[in-house]
C-alpha cells in the first residue's frame, strides 16, 4: 500500500539556520514525489517534485530536496531559513504501479509545522 | 492566470443540515479534485474527475457525499445530511494531467472550512 510519513509534527529552527523537513515514503513502483507548502487559511501550493533525473532538485523559494531512493526518502532543505517560511509543509507521492481507479492518485502526509523564529 | 476558485470560505451547519460547495478550476484544466482535510491530517482524496467523467470516487462517503461536473468545468460537493466528523477543510484542486502523464502538479484553491455543530 502506499504511504508518505512525515515523522516530526513541528520542526522550529532560527532565521538564518538550515533547515531539514523529512518525508520517506512507501510505494510499489517508481514514485513522482512532490513538496507543498500551506500557509493559514490558505490552499497548498506546489514547491518542488521529483520526477526522473539528478537527485537534488530545487524548487520554489529557494528550497531544494533530495531524493534517495535506497532509504525511499524525499527531505525538504532550505540552506537559509526564513521567517517568513513559517507553514505547514506536506510531502507527497505518487505510486507509478497504479492501475484502475488509483491511477495517478495522489497520497500526501500528515505534514510538518515549520517555525522559523527571529 | 486566475487560481481555483472555491465558496463559500466558511460554512457552519448543524449536524443531519444539508451543504454545498461549489469550484471553479483554472481554465483548461481538464482534472479537478476534492480533496477532504481534517485538522492535523493531511488531505485526503474524496472524488476525481477528468472532463466531466468521475475517474476516482473511490474514497467519497457516497450514503451523504455527491459530486458532480457538469461540462466538464465547475464542480459541486454535497453533503447530506452531515455529521459532526463532516468537519473539514474541503479543498478543490485542477490539474492539466491527462491520462498517462502525472507529473504536473496539482493547483489548490483556498478551501472551505466547514464545521457542523
Known amino acids: 500500500a502506499q504511504s508518505v510519513a512525515q515523522p516530526e509534527d513541528q520542526v522550529n529552527v532560527a532565521e538564518g539556520n538550515p533547515l531539514t523537513v523529512k518525508c520517506t515514503y512507501s510505494?510499489?513502483?517508481?514514485?513522482?514525489l512532490f513538496w507543498y507548502v500551506q500557509y493559514p487559511n490558505r490552499g497548498l501550493q506546489f514547491l518542488l517534485k521529483?520526477?526522473?533525473?539528478?537527485?537534488l532538485v530545487k524548487g520554489s523559494y529557494g528550497f531544494e530536496a533530495e531524493f534517495n531512493k535506497s532509504q525511499t526518502s524525499f527531505h525538504l532543505k532550505k540552506p537559509s531559513a526564513l521567517v517568513s517560511d513559517s507553514a505547514l509543509y506536506f510531502c507527497?507521492?505518487?505510486?507509478?504501479?497504479?492501475?484502475?481507479?488509483?491511477?495517478?492518485?495522489?497520497?500526501f502526509g500528515r505534514g510538518t509545522q515549520l517555525t522559523v523564529w527571529p | 492566470e486566475a487560481g481555483v476558485a472555491q465558496s463559500p470560505r466558511y460554512k457552519i451547519i448543524e449536524k443531519r443540515q444539508s451543504v454545498a460547495f461549489w469550484c471553479n478550476p483554472i481554465?483548461?484544466?481538464?482534472?479537478l479534485y476534492w480533496y477532504q482535510q481534517i485538522l492535523g491530517q493531511g488531505p485526503k482524496l474524496l472524488i476525481q474527475?477528468?472532463?466531466?467523467?468521475?475517474?476516482?470516487d473511490s474514497q467519497l462517503p457516497k450514503d451523504r457525499f455527491s459530486a458532480e461536473r457538469l461540462k466538464g468545468v465547475d464542480s459541486t460537493l454535497k453533503i447530506q445530511p452531515a455529521k459532526l466528523e463532516d468537519s473539514a477543510v474541503y479543498l478543490c484542486?485542477?490539474?492539466?494531467?491527462?491520462?498517462?502523464?502525472?507529473?504536473?502538479?496539482?493547483?489548490f484553491g483556498n478551501g472551505t472550512r466547514l464545521t457542523v455543530t
Open positions: 484542486a485542477s490539474s492539466p494531467v491527462t491520462s498517462g502523464t502525472f507529473d504536473s502538479p496539482l493547483h
Open positions: 510505494v510499489s513502483g517508481n514514485p513522482y
Open positions: 521529483y520526477i526522473t533525473g539528478d537527485n
Open positions: 507527497a507521492v505518487r505510486d507509478l504501479a497504479d492501475r484502475g481507479s488509483t491511477l495517478g492518485r495522489l497520497y
Open positions: 481554465s483548461g484544466h481538464a482534472t
Open positions: 474527475f477528468q472532463n466531466n467523467g468521475v475517474v476516482d
